[in-house]
């Protein structure tokens, strides 16, 4: 069948095609096709509804409840505070802190110690304090001549004294062997030899020039006039000043200055050995001075000396956990049945009778003292509390201890719990000592 072709549409047709587009628009169900229609836009809120918040309320009201149930069953719990009544021990002893111990001895009454020792050695410089003239000699070579005749050698001993034209006394100190002159017709040569000379005193004014000597020792004999001497150069080497001597004081204070200085030294190396746990009485630590000298005399011209020392320290010291550990023992040794003993409650105190370091040896006089308490067996005490109030269980530890408790406080968990579980491990018991 033939399609009619239309260049203008008819009415019928054009009027179709108007309503279906009508339709079509008024088929569309968004907002703006329902506004552009002019019908009203129902509420989204009525349509969809909320039909999720009713089984979520249902849900969390479940959990709330598991949870309330949880805590109440497994969760409850009981914490009781006990103050125990303390009761305190307290012993003085005589005890021996001894070297060849090597264990606490609660019945022989001893302690180990231990034996300490230190060595120092020192030498410092010290100045000299007295005053002291000094003065120099002076010397020389002189010529001593032999004309003695009948020509003969000629012997002068050491020591002999040589007089100067001036007045000067000078000593030679070596034997002095002249040759004998010579002679020639009637010329005679006389023998010379060379020898040096000191002036018997110090100071410049022996420093004389050139001169003539004889031999005083030679006077009222035939030598006298045969056997003389004279110098070529001036005498030198005489003066006079003042200079430093060492004095007895000196090397006194040198001892005592030094011998302090190394004694303190020593102490302090003795400690530095002692570990800390350890103690030191102070009659217990000792020094000798081994050896305290100086080269230099007293009257030495020095302007300082060396003074050396040497002095051992030594010391006996014993531990401080030991102590306490005889202190415990003992204690646990007396304490009544049924009773224990109260930790961090021990006090001790003691004094030196008498101390002997190298022998080895400390007597003590040892004062102790600690807190004790009423057993308490909290397992069995926990198993008898199961299920009771407050009340009940208050009544049953006074029961259980008697006046041997000062205090009880009960606390339950959660706050509407009102008895101790019947689970013993929910039940705590705690002992309250402050």
């Not at 509804?49 to 979520?56: S, V």
């Not at 005053?131 to 050491?158: C, E, H």
Request: charged share 25%.
């Amino acid at each position: 069948m033939r399609r009619k072709i239309y260049d203008v549409k008819p009415p019928k047709v054009a009027n179709k095609a108007e309503n279906s587009i009508k339709e079509f628009f008024a088929e569309d169900k968004t907002p703006s096709a329902r506004f552009r229609a002019g019908k009203k836009m129902p509420s989204r809120r009525k349509k969809e509804g909320r039909p999720f918040l009713k089984p979520l309320i249902i849900g969390s009201a479940a959990v709330l409840v598991l949870l309330c149930v949880f805590l109440y069953f497994k969760l409850q719990k009981a914490d009781i505070k006990i103050w125990p009544k303390v009761d305190t021990l307290s012993f003085q002893q005589a005890i021996i802190a001894d070297k060849s111990s090597a264990v606490v001895d609660t019945t022989k009454f001893m302690v180990p110690a231990k034996y300490f020792e230190s060595e120092k050695t020192s030498s410092e410089d010290f100045p000299a304090t007295g005053n002291a003239d000094n003065t120099g000699k002076a010397s020389g070579i002189i010529t001593v001549y032999n004309k003695y005749s009948p020509p003969s050698p000629f012997t002068l001993k050491t020591g002999t004294h040589f007089m100067s034209d001036s007045g000067k006394l000078f000593v030679a100190s070596q034997k002095i062997v002249i040759p004998a002159a010579t002679k020639s017709g009637s010329k005679i040569t006389p023998g010379s030899v060379q020898v040096k000379i000191e002036a018997v005193e110090g100071g410049e004014s022996y420093n004389i020039a050139p001169s003539n000597f004889s031999v005083p020792g030679l006077k009222g004999t035939a030598y006298y006039f045969s056997i003389s001497a004279s110098s070529d150069k001036a005498m030198t080497g005489g003066y006079e000043g003042k200079v430093k001597k060492v004095t007895s004081d000196d090397i006194q204070m040198a001892k005592d200055v030094l011998t302090k200085k190394v004694i303190a030294d020593a102490m302090s190396d003795l400690k530095s050995q002692i570990p800390s746990d350890y103690i030191l009485l102070d009659n217990a630590a000792s020094t000798d001075i081994t050896s305290a000298s100086t080269t230099t005399k007293a009257g030495t011209v020095a302007q300082n000396f060396t003074y050396s020392a040497t002095v051992k320290a030594k010391a006996l010291a014993f531990k401080r956990s030991e102590l306490e550990e005889f202190a415990k023992n003992y204690i646990i040794s007396q304490i009544p049945d049924g009773k224990t003993l109260l930790d961090n409650s021990l006090k001790t105190s003691y004094e030196a009778k008498t101390v002997d370091i190298s022998g080895g040896k400390i007597a003590l006089n040892f004062t102790f003292s600690s807190g004790i308490y009423q057993n308490i067996d909290k397992n069995s005490l926990a198993l008898s509390l199961l299920g009771e109030n407050s009340d009940q269980i208050s009544q049953t530890i006074n029961n259980n201890l008697g006046d041997n408790a000062s205090k009880i406080k009960v606390n339950f968990w959660p706050f509407w719990v009102s008895k101790a579980p019947n689970n013993q491990k929910a039940i705590n018991i705690y002992l309250q000592f402050e």
